[in-house]
């Protein structure tokens, strides 16, 4: 009995962990710093360096579980973004220099 306690308690701690963490909020970009955002039912990347916006569109979950979302400035895919699926870090394909920078999420 006391092991169900444990596992239970152990399962309900990492669940909440887990679906706590929220896409929205800011990061670390490489050097470049980002927020995304929600807005009118869409989220959106502000690149601080420059202020640029771009759209993110969901396009699928990796077999890991990583959450793959497409960057969009004025009609033209620009990125790639693949999300740990806690939203902690992940790794950023930049289409116009061909370079990947790594995500971290600040706290």
């Given at each position: 009995?006391?092991?169900i306690l444990i596992?239970?308690f152990?399962?309900?701690?990492?669940?909440?962990?887990?679906?706590?963490q929220s896409f929205?909020?800011d990061?670390?970009?490489?050097?470049?710093?980002i927020?995304?955002?929600?807005?009118?039912?869409?989220?959106?990347?502000?690149?601080e360096t420059?202020?640029?916006k771009?759209?993110?569109?969901?396009e699928?979950?990796?077999?890991?579980?990583?959450?793959?979302?497409l960057?969009?400035?004025?009609?033209k895919q620009?990125g790639t973004y693949v999300?740990?699926?806690d939203?902690?870090?992940?790794?950023?394909?930049?289409?116009?220099s061909?370079?990947?920078s790594y995500?971290k999420k600040?706290?």
């Open positions: 009995m006391i092991k596992l239970a152990a399962i309900m701690f990492t669940a909440g962990k887990t679906y706590s929205t909020g990061y670390n970009l490489g050097d470049d710093k927020s995304i955002t929600l807005d009118d039912n869409s989220y959106y990347v502000v690149h420059g202020g640029i771009g759209k993110l569109q969901y699928e979950n990796t077999p890991e579980n990583d959450q793959i979302w960057e969009w400035q004025n009609g620009v999300f740990k699926s939203y902690s870090k992940g790794i950023y394909t930049d289409y116009k061909g370079q990947e995500i600040r706290d």
